[in-house]
C-alpha cells in the first residue's frame, strides 16, 4: 500500500503531535516532582546532596554583599585605566 505525499504529511504530523504531548506530559511529572517553580538557569543549589528539598533557603546564598564606596572607586579607577590602555594601543595600529 504506497501513501501520497499528503497522507504522508498528516501521519508524520499525527506522530510528532503525539510525541509532543508525551513530552509535555514527562516535563510536567519532572516539574511537580522536582517543585522548580519554573526557574531556569541553575536552579536551586543550595540543596545538593539532600533530599527532600527543603522548603525554606539553606545558607547565605541569595544574600547581596554591599561593596563598599571604596571598593567601588578602586574598581571604576582600575576600568578607566585598562579602557585607556586599550584605546591607546587601538591608536598605535
Known amino acids: ?39 531556569r538557569g541553575r536552579g536551586d543549589t543550595r540543596a545538593i546532596g539532600t533530599w527532600p528539598v527543603p522548603e525554606k533557603p539553606v545558607g547565605t546564598l541569595g544574600k547581596r554583599r554591599k561593596m563598599s564606596a571604596a571598593g567601588r572607586k578602586r574598581i571604576q579607577e582600575a576600568l578607566k585605566k585598562r579602557w585607556a590602555k586599550w584605546r591607546a594601543e587601538k591608536g598605535k595600529e
Not at 501520497?4 to 506522530?15: P, W
Not at 506530559?25 to 519554573?38: C, D, L, P, S
Open 1 to 39: 500500500m504506497a501513501l501520497n505525499r499528503q497522507e504522508l504529511l498528516r501521519l508524520a504530523r499525527y506522530g510528532a503531535e503525539t510525541r509532543i504531548a508525551e513530552l509535555e506530559a514527562e516535563i510536567a511529572r519532572i516539574r511537580a516532582t522536582f517543585k522548580t517553580g519554573g526557574r
